[in-house]
C-alpha cells in the first residue's frame, strides 16, 4: 500500500511537470542572473533565448499594482535581438512571461492551481516588490506574441502587453 501511494504520487507530480515543466516553489527573493552557458537555446513560436552580444536594444519595461506594464506595445524587427530591463515599481511581485495567447492563457490557468508555482526559463522573469529584472530575447518569427504577468488575478486584471515582430 505504502509503495502504491508513493507511485501515485510519484505519477501526480510526473502529470503536473509533464503540464509545466518549469514549475518550482515560488518565493519571494529575486533569481540570481544566469549565465549565458545556463540560458537553454530551445526554439518557441515567439524566439529564442539571445546573446548578450547580439543586443541591438535595450528596451525598459516598468511593472506596477495597477496591473499594468509600461510600455504595453513594443515593436521588434524580425531577428533582432532586445534586451529588457525590469523595474518592479510596487509592493507584490510581478513577472514577464513572453509567449502566444494561448500558452500565455493555459500557463495563468495552471498558475490558478498552482500559485506557488516558479518558472525559470529564458523567456520569463520574476522581480520582487521594488526590485530588478532582465531578459535577451531574440525575435526570430515574426508576427504578433504577448507578453503578461501570470501571477494569478494579474493576468486577469490585464496586466499584458503585446509585442510585434515585423519583418
Known amino acids: 500500500m505504502k509503495n502504491r501511494r508513493r507511485f501515485l504520487a510519484t505519477g501526480l507530480a510526473a502529470g503536473v511537470l509533464a503540464l509545466h515543466r518549469t514549475a518550482f516553489a515560488h518565493g519571494g527573493a ?68 513572453i509567449g502566444t495567447p494561448k500558452t500565455l492563457a493555459e500557463h495563468a490557468e495552471m498558475m490558478q492551481r498552482f500559485p506557488e508555482m516558479e518558472h525559470d526559463e529564458p523567456w520569463m522573469t520574476h522581480v520582487a516588490p521594488g526590485g530588478r529584472g532582465e531578459m535577451i530575447w531574440t525575435f526570430n518569427r515574426a508576427g504578433e506574441f504577448q507578453f503578461a504577468c501570470l501571477i494569478p488575478g494579474h493576468f486577469e486584471a490585464g496586466m499584458v502587453g503585446t509585442i510585434k515582430v515585423v519583418g
Open 30 to 97: 529575486e533569481h540570481a542572473p544566469k549565465r549565458a552557458a545556463e540560458v537553454p537555446k530551445e526554439q518557441q513560436a515567439w524566439g529564442i533565448a539571445g546573446d548578450e552580444k547580439a543586443v541591438s536594444r535595450t528596451i525598459p519595461v516598468v511593472m506596477t499594482d495597477e496591473m499594468r506594464f509600461v510600455p504595453d506595445r513594443i515593436e521588434a524587427r524580425l531577428g533582432e535581438t532586445i534586451r529588457f530591463t525590469h523595474e518592479n515599481r510596487g509592493a507584490v511581485m510581478h513577472e514577464m512571461v
